[in-house]
Structures are given as structure tokens and as C-alpha cells.
């Protein structure tokens, strides 16, 4: 039952996602985050059956550590990260070992700036400019091809997220009242207010 969701601009990259615990039709919990941290400039987002999501960000973000320690602290470009997590859940999909996961890995690095890659639940890897993964995609995929646009700044693209959780919370029967939302610059990685009905009660700008 996850939801996550990412935006790129020009100098920055948007990631978000909901907070809920839950199995099946149940709501079990409140407060566990769904994005982990990549090294200082990336992070992961996941959703999937059950704590695969959990298991396969925590696997990732091990991997990337190991990195740093093998190769004096540098952490490989966002790019690369995107490819061994997609190898990964590819790897898994053909050993039969029934890893439901799709991904969206977001970044900045000197060589590509902002990044976003989705990863779906075959490992196939796609460089894309807005995503979203989970059991809101049908309600706020329409709102991102109407309200994108390459040049769009941080605000905006923040409030474009706000539109695609107030979608989710009007129309989808488990309500995921929480979504966390951190934003990856040039300076590294920031975490955003959180999207809940508190935060969802100020007025979205009327050009969107």
C-alpha cells in the first residue's frame, strides 16, 4: 500500500512519499519512511509487497556504503546507483525469488545534475522527468503531464506534489495521511514540510 513520487527542475530533484505501515487492507502504522538515503546527494524511494521495499532499500544503501569504504569516501554518480538497483531486482525477477519492488532513485551529482530513474518491478530503468510507483499512480499521473514542465522551479513543483496527495486523499479508499518529501541541489539533500491535511489546508496557487 505505498505511494511515492518525484519531480525534476532544472537545478533540483523532488522525492516524496507516504508514511503509512500497513498489510493488505490494514493500516498497521503511522511514521515509517519510505526513502533512504544513497550517500549525500541521492536517496531511494520503494513500493512493493509487504517489507520487500524496506529490505531492498536498506540492501541498496548497504552496497552504496560499501562503495565509499572501497573507493575513499566517493560515492559512484547517481546513474550508477540507478543501474545496480535495477540489476538487482532484475536478478531477483529471474531466480524466481518474487521481489515485488518498483523504484525511483533521485540525485544530483557534478556530472548529470538533477536525476531522476525509475525502476520497475522487471528492474527496467528508465531516466524520466516526473514518476510516481504504488497504489496512487492512477489518480496523479494526469496531473503531472498537465502541470509539468522542464522549466518548472522548486515551489511550484512542490505545490504540484501537494495536488497529487490531495488527489490521493479525496480519492483513494486507504487513506495515506502522511507524505514526507525531501529535495536533492547542489548542496546536497534537504527535507521538506511534510504534505498532510494540516499543510494540505493552504490554498494550491490558482496558475495550477
Not at 125 to 146: A, H, M, R
Request: hydrophobic share 40%.
Amino acid at each position: 500500500m505505498d505511494t511515492i513520487l518525484a519531480i525534476k527542475g532544472k537545478d533540483f530533484v523532488l522525492i516524496s512519499a507516504d508514511t503509512v505501515v500497513g498489510k493488505g487492507l490494514l493500516v498497521l502504522g503511522q511514521g515509517k519512511s519510505k526513502i533512504e538515503r544513497l550517500g549525500d546527494f541521492a536517496v531511494i524511494a520503494a513500493a512493493g509487497n509487504g517489507g520487500d521495499p524496506q529490505r531492498f532499500m536498506s540492501f541498496i544503501a548497504r552496497h552504496m556504503a560499501l562503495h565509499r569504504v572501497q573507493h575513499n569516501g566517493q560515492s559512484p554518480s547517481v546513474r550508477s546507483m540507478a543501474h545496480f538497483a535495477g540489476k538487482q531486482i532484475y536478478s531477483s525477477v529471474n531466480v524466481n525469488l518474487n521481489f515485488k519492488v518498483s523504484a525511483l532513485i533521485a540525485g544530483w551529482d557534478t556530472r548529470g545534475g538533477p536525476q531522476l530513474h525509475q525502476i520497475d518491478e522487471f528492474g527496467g530503468l528508465v531516466s524520466v522527468p516526473y514518476s510516481g510507483q504504488g497504489l496512487g499512480l492512477p489518480v496523479f499521473n494526469s496531473i503531472f503531464q498537465k502541470d509539468y514542465s522542464p522549466d518548472i522551479d522548486e515551489p511550484t513543483a512542490y505545490h504540484v506534489l501537494k495536488k497529487c496527495v490531495a488527489a490521493v486523499h479525496e480519492r483513494v479508499v486507504l487513506n495515506m495521511r502522511n507524505f514526507e518529501v525531501f529535495v536533492m541541489k547542489e548542496n546536497g539533500i534537504t527535507e521538506l514540510e511534510a504534505i498532510n491535511a494540516d499543510s494540505l489546508k493552504t490554498a494550491l496557487p490558482s496558475s495550477l
